[in-house]
Structure formats: structure tokens, C-alpha cells
């Protein structure tokens, strides 16, 4: 009998967990079409990052950089700007 309990929980655990990375991804790719969209109506990084409630605008600009690589293509505004030589 525990040895069923203990599957059965197991097995509730298992499915929460996979609830929550489908979540999360849910939640990530709302994030990024949102940051996109902001960035289509020219807000700044810095601007996005206080829209978000973040403090250091970097830290956005770094997780919409990782969300791109998951999510799309960059397009030539939303990639940082190249050293002038």
C-alpha cells in the first residue's frame, strides 16, 4: 500500500513539474512578443526595463537576447550596435 502512495505522489510531482516548464516557456514567450512589440514602437531599453519593473535595463536586454535565440531571428535594431573602428 505505501509503495503505491508513494508512486502515485511521485507521479503527481512529475506532472506539476511538467506543468510548471510549460508554463514557464508560456511565460517566456509572452515576455519576448512583449519586448518585441516595445521595441517595434521604439522604447528604449532602458524604458523596457522600467515597464518590466526591472531595475538594471542590461539584465532585460540580456534575457530578450537569450529569449531570441529560443523564440527568433534578431532584426538589426534589436542587436547591440557594432564597435566603430
Do not use: C, H, T
Request: charged share 40%; aromatic share 8%; glycine share 4%.
Amino acid at each position: 500500500m505505501r509503495r503505491a502512495e508513494r508512486a502515485a505522489r511521485r507521479r503527481q510531482w512529475r506532472e506539476a513539474a511538467q506543468q510548471l516548464k510549460q508554463s514557464q516557456a508560456e511565460l517566456d514567450r509572452a515576455q519576448y512578443e512583449l519586448i518585441r512589440e516595445m521595441r517595434a514602437e521604439n522604447l528604449s531599453w532602458p524604458a523596457i526595463g522600467r515597464e518590466l519593473g526591472e531595475r538594471n535595463w542590461e539584465a532585460v536586454y540580456q534575457r530578450f537576447q537569450r529569449l531570441e535565440r529560443r523564440f527568433g531571428q534578431a532584426s538589426s535594431d534589436e542587436q547591440a550596435p557594432e564597435r566603430q573602428e
